[in-house]
């Protein structure tokens, strides 16, 4: 039903940043939870930052005080905006959009884009 396309990864040195952004195929006032996830070699997928369609939002410990995410209700797009990269970043970062609770995984994703950091 949702439609995810991805775009911003890339490579960059630590202390630089990078904007990721996730196309919807929808208005995204009619998704409950749009998140960003990410997944390094051999580690289990984590939730990077999610926002609701109230705008409440959460971030990981991790990147708090250095991703920002945000939603373009407009354009139907979410972004993660990442500071202060950290070669710790480095991994697959994934689009998710679901009709459940926020921190909880929804059924659709975008195909992941690699960001990486190298020190």
């Known amino acids: 039903q949702v439609q995810l396309v991805e775009s911003g990864g890339g490579l960059v040195q630590a202390g630089g940043s990078l904007r990721l952004s996730c196309a919807a195929s929808?208005?995204?006032?009619?998704?409950?939870?749009l998140g960003w996830y990410r997944q390094a070699p051999g580690k289990q997928r984590e939730l990077v930052a999610d926002?609701?369609?109230?705008?409440?939002?959460f971030y990981a410990g991790a990147v708090k005080g250095r991703f920002t995410i945000s939603r373009d209700n407009a354009k139907n797009t979410v972004s993660l905006q990442m500071n202060s990269l950290k070669p710790e970043d480095t991994g697959v970062y994934y689009c998710?959009?679901?009709?459940?609770?926020?921190?909880?995984?929804?059924?659709?994703w975008g195909q992941g884009t690699q960001v990486t950091v190298s020190s």
């Open positions: 998710n959009a679901g009709f459940g609770a926020p921190q909880s995984m929804g059924d659709y």
């Open positions: 926002i609701t369609s109230g705008g409440k939002i």
């Open positions: 929808l208005s995204i006032f009619s998704i409950n939870v």
